[in-house]
């Protein structure tokens, strides 16, 4: 049992995830919700290998339903004709009460929902996290990378001192 667990864990360990690393810089995270995907065979097996891009995604909900668009998840190579397209609209896969919840939040001014990232769950599923997010103005994003060169510079004189 406990070479099972094993074999259980490595294949956790070994899925790559997709990250959205843009998106912690652009925009202001306020909430986080995680997703099912509804996917085709070729495009489980592509993101198992990590070939997909979140960069310029987003979310948006229409007739009741929450499409992820401009996704790019590249073609698997042994795959044949059935290959599936690059940059089509993926429905994610919400319970309805959290799409009205979203809904309601997407539609007071400046809200948008941005993905952050993709990856497999203990069962083998993929999941797609997105946030409800508001977009960073110029300053904002100054004071952030000056919060962080700040936060940097004082782990480094900790971990100096503590030596």
Same mark, same amino acid.
């Given at each position: 049992? @406990?070479?099972?667990?094993?074999?259980?864990?490595?294949?956790?360990?070994?899925?790559?995830?997709?990250?959205?690393?843009? @998106?912690?810089?652009?925009?202001?995270?306020?909430?986080?919700?995680?997703?099912?995907?509804?996917?085709?065979?070729?495009?489980?097996?592509?993101?198992? *290998?990590?070939? @997909?891009?979140?960069?310029?995604?987003?979310?948006?909900?229409?007739?009741?339903?929450?499409?992820?668009?401009?996704?790019?998840?590249?073609?698997?190579?042994?795959?044949?004709?059935?290959?599936?397209?690059?940059?089509?609209?993926?429905?994610?896969?919400?319970?309805?009460?959290?799409?009205?919840?979203?809904?309601?939040?997407? &539609?007071?001014?400046?809200?948008?929902?941005?993905?952050?990232?993709?990856?497999?769950? #203990?069962?083998?599923?993929?999941?797609?996290?997105? @946030?409800?997010?508001?977009?960073?103005?110029?300053?904002?994003?100054?004071? #952030?990378?000056?919060?962080?060169?700040?936060?940097? &510079? *004082?782990?480094?004189?900790?971990?100096?001192?503590?030596?």
């Amino acid at each position: 049992m @406990a070479a099972m667990a094993k074999k259980k864990e490595e294949k956790k360990n070994n899925a790559p995830q997709i990250r959205n690393k843009k @998106a912690f810089h652009d925009y202001l995270i306020l909430e986080k919700v995680e997703t099912g995907l509804s996917l085709t065979g070729s495009e489980v097996k592509s993101l198992r *290998l990590g070939n @997909a891009d979140l960069n310029g995604a987003y979310a948006k909900i229409v007739r009741g339903e929450c499409l992820l668009v401009g996704a790019k998840i590249e073609q698997y190579k042994e795959a044949t004709y059935n290959n599936h397209d690059i940059s089509r609209d993926r429905k994610l896969l919400l319970h309805k009460a959290q799409i009205k919840k979203l809904t309601a939040k997407l &539609d007071q001014r400046g809200f948008t929902l941005v993905p952050l990232r993709i990856y497999f769950n #203990s069962r083998g599923l993929a999941k797609l996290e997105i @946030a409800l997010a508001k977009g960073k103005q110029t300053h904002d994003k100054r004071a #952030s990378i000056r919060d962080k060169d700040q936060k940097r &510079d *004082l782990e480094r004189s900790m971990k100096s001192y503590r030596h």
